[in-house]
């Protein structure tokens, strides 16, 4: 059965090359410009994964890992963090929030893959 995946990021651009390179990979793709257009989709959407970034207007990736969790049927979805920042500081907020893991921009499709494939399976 085909996974979906959800990217989450306010750059058009980023969507875009995310959505090429899931969709090569054979993942469905649902995307969302912030954290709250997030939240919106995933009312009547069961993704199998989350990526996003963190840096986004309205609501941060933070706020929307944190929210992701408070909800009990999104409890254990893998939420991957996609962005340019690579502090350690940032990266222990995240996994405090509740991110399962990180992956650095400009993110070659490889890695990105294998990220997907550690998280899912």
């Keep these: 059965m085909q996974s979906t995946i959800m990217t989450v990021d306010d750059s058009p651009?980023?969507?875009?090359l995310l959505k090429a390179a899931l969709t090569d990979l054979?993942?469905?793709v649902l995307e969302a410009?912030?954290?709250?257009?997030?939240?919106?989709?995933?009312?009547?959407?069961e993704p199998d994964l989350l990526?996003?970034?963190?840096?986004m207007p309205r609501l941060d990736g933070f706020g929307l890992i944190e929210r992701v969790r408070e909800q009990d049927r999104l409890?254990?979805?893998?939420i991957l963090v996609l962005?340019?920042?690579s502090s350690d500081e940032k990266k222990q907020r995240a996994r405090s929030a509740g991110a399962t893991g990180w992956i650095v921009k400009p993110f070659h499709p490889d890695k990105l893959a294998?990220?997907?494939?550690r998280v899912l399976h």
Excluded at 34 to 45: F, I, P, Q, S
Excluded at 51 to 55: A, E, G, K, R, S
Excluded at 114 to 117: E, H, M, T
């Design 13 to 16: 651009s980023m969507r875009m």
């Design 26 to 28: 054979g993942y469905k």
């Design 33 to 45: 410009e912030d954290g709250v257009h997030a939240l919106e989709r995933l009312d009547g959407a």
């Design 51 to 55: 990526i996003t970034d963190i840096n």
């Design 75 to 78: 409890r254990n979805l893998p």
């Design 83 to 85: 962005t340019t920042e």
């Design 114 to 117: 294998a990220a997907i494939r």
